[in-house]
Nanobody, 125 residues
Framework: QVQLVESGGGLVQAGGSLRLSCAGS????????MAWFRQAPGKEREFVAG????????THADSVKGRFTISRDNAKITVYLQMNGLKSEDTAVYYC??????????????????WGQGTQVTVSS
């Protein structure tokens, strides 16, 4: 098992940037396909971005494409979500997720076995 810990959330003005980090409790995340999801108040959890186990393939939701980028460090210890051009509609709790069930990127939250506790991102307009 792996415990995921997110950090980097906060309050930012519209148009600003934040970088979220997801660490795997001191162990490598190299054996996992990873993803970021978010959940706004009163809404369902939605896929934001995902990366395959190899790190060679990344997918982003249309709503964030061109603004957000998922990446991982060379040691595969940390996964990042760089968020630029933030909008008020990006306000949500952001969750990091991991799975060994598939080497590919999945947009379905049910495919992920491990979840972080979430980090709040608030964008003021």
């Amino acid at each position: 098992q792996v415990q995921l810990v997110e950090s980097g959330g906060g309050l930012v003005q519209a148009g600003g940037s934040l970088r979220l980090s997801c660490a795997g409790s001191g162990r490598s995340l190299g054996g996992y396909a990873m993803a970021w999801f978010r959940q706004a108040p009163g809404k369902e959890r939605e896929f934001v971005a995902g990366m395959s186990r190899s790190g060679l393939s990344a997918t982003h939701a249309d709503s964030v494409k061109g603004r957000f980028t998922i990446s991982r460090d060379n040691a595969k210890i940390t996964v990042y979500l760089q968020m630029n051009g933030l909008k008020s509609e990006d306000t949500a709790v952001y969750y990091c997720a991991a799975t060994t069930g598939t080497p590919y990127t999945s947009r379905r939250s049910s495919d992920y076995d491990y979840w972080g506790q979430g980090t709040q991102v608030t964008v003021s307009s």
